[in-house]
């Protein structure tokens, strides 16, 4: 019966080929449930049937980066809030049973009960051409990697004349090698058979690694365009700035404080108290590729930036582990990466370095001999080829003393 009046909560159990729909009043009561195909006329026809129950306030999707993510794209173009909603509790599947319509029903019930907090992941633009990306660049590599063992192993049980050729190469020169070899003779033939072999895997690796040349690039335009103070910061590279994006999604804002960002990642420890012990425990759950991404991060600073040395060297003086400064730090490092993605400050072009080097007639010689680096490393920078927020500031303050010294020497 249609209320206009009443407000009213949708649930959806999403799958491949339907979604099954559920809605509830305010109060809890089950008013209807329904099934719709997974298609844009589906979808028009779903949030029709829940209005026709009254004011639809919000709806709970199960699955809206999966089998859910058309629907949750289309909710948010009808200006319906969507929560994200996980499976129903294995405790609660147990006492009532399992079917769509009782997930559907679950799922409006955590979006009005509050059990279900989190805003859904925007798609529509740059950060989900990164993941997309991303994801055909991690394929690739994963598949070099395995013809680059598949390469080692086969020379293992080569002939000998084969092993000995190529059995003490690096996987670089060994691909190099095989690549250029030339078999001639029976393809019958163990040696020439497996020569071919090797050339075939050797070829395809090298697709590969021309592959990952072209999605890296890709993706550091990318990346450099969406958030540059991320990709500037310490420690942070294409393949690092990539999953932290993806993880954080086009509307990082949707996370409440850094302690949120935190536990998407799996860096937040977890309280396991009981009575009078008092105590935290590591997080397991948790995006285990952003929680990946800090842990990369962290490693880096650690052999090379000063002050995250000093740090690890005072608490190892206070007789913590190496593990537990790794888990300190991967939660300080989640905070200073939630401030960047929420806030980006504003990042000195490397063009724009370059143009005021050529105005004050420096040479890079000169720049990396007053800032202690090299001269690639300022070309690099210049080119926007290599990213640090600290040292482009550093570098674009030195500029400005040294144009402001060369003036007062003219004058």
Same mark, same amino acid.
Request: hydrophobic content about 35%.
């Given at each position: 019966?249609?209320?206009?009046?009443?407000?009213?909560?949708?649930?959806?159990?999403?799958?491949?080929?339907?979604?099954?729909?559920?809605?509830?009043?305010?109060?809890?009561?089950?008013?209807? !449930?329904?099934?719709?195909?997974?298609?844009?006329?589906?979808?028009?026809?779903?949030?029709?049937?829940? &209005?026709?129950?009254?004011?639809?306030?919000?709806?709970?999707?199960?699955?809206?980066?999966?089998?859910?993510?058309?629907?949750? &794209?289309?909710?948010?173009?009808?200006?319906?809030?969507?929560?994200?909603?996980?499976?129903?509790?294995?405790?609660?599947?147990?006492?009532?049973?399992?079917?769509?319509?009782?997930?559907?029903?679950?799922?409006?019930?955590?979006?009005?009960?509050?059990?279900? !907090?989190?805003?859904?992941?925007?798609?529509?633009?740059?950060?989900?051409?990164?993941?997309?990306?991303?994801?055909?660049?991690?394929?690739?590599?994963?598949?070099?990697?395995?013809?680059?063992?598949?390469?080692?192993?086969?020379?293992?049980?080569?002939?000998?004349?084969?092993?000995?050729?190529?059995?003490?190469?690096?996987?670089?020169?060994?691909?190099? &090698?095989?690549?250029? %070899?030339?078999?001639?003779?029976?393809?019958?033939?163990?040696?020439?058979?497996?020569?071919?072999?090797?050339?075939?895997?050797?070829?395809?690796?090298?697709?590969?690694?021309?592959?990952?040349?072209?999605?890296?690039?890709?993706?550091?335009?990318?990346?450099?365009?969406?958030?540059?103070? %991320?990709?500037?910061?310490?420690?942070?590279?294409?393949?690092?700035?990539?999953?932290?994006?993806?993880?954080?999604?086009?509307?990082?804002?949707?996370?409440?404080?850094?302690?949120?960002?935190?536990?998407?990642?799996?860096?937040?420890?977890?309280?396991?108290?009981?009575?009078?012990?008092?105590?935290?425990?590591?997080?397991?759950?948790?995006?285990?590729?952003?929680?990946?991404?800090?842990?990369?991060?962290?490693?880096?600073?650690?052999?090379?930036?000063?002050?995250?040395?000093?740090?690890?060297?005072?608490?190892?003086?206070?007789?913590?582990?190496?593990?537990?400064?790794?888990?300190?730090?991967?939660?300080?490092?989640?905070? #200073?990466?939630?401030?960047?993605?929420?806030?980006?400050?504003?990042?000195?072009?490397?063009?724009?370095?370059?143009?005021?080097?050529?105005?004050?007639?420096?040479?890079?010689?000169?720049?990396?001999?007053?800032?202690?680096?090299?001269?690639?490393?300022?070309?690099?920078?210049?080119?926007?080829?290599?990213?640090?927020?600290?040292?482009?500031?550093?570098?674009?303050?030195?500029?400005?003393?040294?144009?402001?010294?060369?003036? #007062?020497?003219a004058a």
């Amino acid at each position: 019966m249609t209320q206009p009046n009443a407000t009213i909560i949708g649930g959806v159990d999403t799958h491949k080929e339907f979604h099954v729909a559920a809605v509830i009043d305010d109060v809890g009561r089950l008013l209807g !449930t329904s099934s719709f195909r997974a298609t844009a006329c589906g979808y028009d026809e779903l949030v029709c049937w829940m &209005r026709s129950f009254g004011d639809l306030a919000m709806v709970g999707v199960e699955g809206t980066g999966c089998y859910g993510a058309g629907l949750a &794209r289309h909710l948010a173009t009808e200006s319906v809030e969507v929560r994200e909603v996980n499976r129903p509790s294995r405790q609660t599947r147990r006492r009532k049973g399992k079917s769509d319509p009782v997930d559907a029903e679950a799922a409006a019930r955590a979006a009005l009960n509050g059990e279900a !907090t989190g805003l859904v992941k925007r798609k529509d633009g740059a950060v989900e051409s990164i993941r997309v990306l991303h994801l055909a660049y991690y394929s690739a590599r994963q598949s070099r990697s395995k013809v680059a063992c598949q390469i080692r192993d086969l020379i293992v049980t080569a002939p000998e004349e084969i092993r000995c050729l190529l059995g003490d190469l690096t996987t670089e020169h060994r691909v190099e &090698r095989c690549s250029r %070899l030339r078999p001639v003779g029976d393809p019958a033939d163990p040696v020439v058979g497996t020569k071919l072999a090797l050339r075939f895997l050797a070829r395809r690796y090298q697709s590969f690694d021309t592959e990952m040349d072209d999605l890296e690039q890709l993706l550091d335009q990318l990346t450099t365009a969406v958030n540059p103070s %991320l990709k500037g910061a310490k420690g942070v590279g294409t393949d690092t700035a990539a999953i932290l994006l993806v993880a954080a999604g086009e509307n990082p804002e949707r996370f409440k404080n850094d302690s949120a960002f935190a536990a998407l990642c799996g860096v937040s420890p977890v309280q396991a108290s009981s009575g009078k012990t008092q105590r935290h425990r590591l997080n397991r759950s948790g995006n285990r590729q952003a929680n990946h991404a800090l842990w990369r991060i962290v490693r880096i600073r650690m052999i090379w930036d000063p002050t995250t040395k000093a740090y690890v060297a005072r608490r190892v003086a206070e007789g913590k582990s190496e593990r537990e400064i790794v888990r300190c730090l991967k939660r300080y490092v989640a905070r #200073e990466i939630f401030r960047l993605l929420v806030d980006p400050k504003e990042v000195t072009n490397g063009a724009d370095l370059r143009r005021l080097r050529h105005e004050h007639g420096i040479t890079l010689t000169q720049v990396a001999s007053a800032l202690g680096t090299t001269t690639s490393k300022v070309s690099n920078i210049e080119r926007s080829i290599y990213h640090d927020t600290n040292f482009t500031e550093r570098y674009l303050a030195w500029l400005n003393e040294a144009g402001f010294s060369g003036a #007062e020497k003219a004058a």
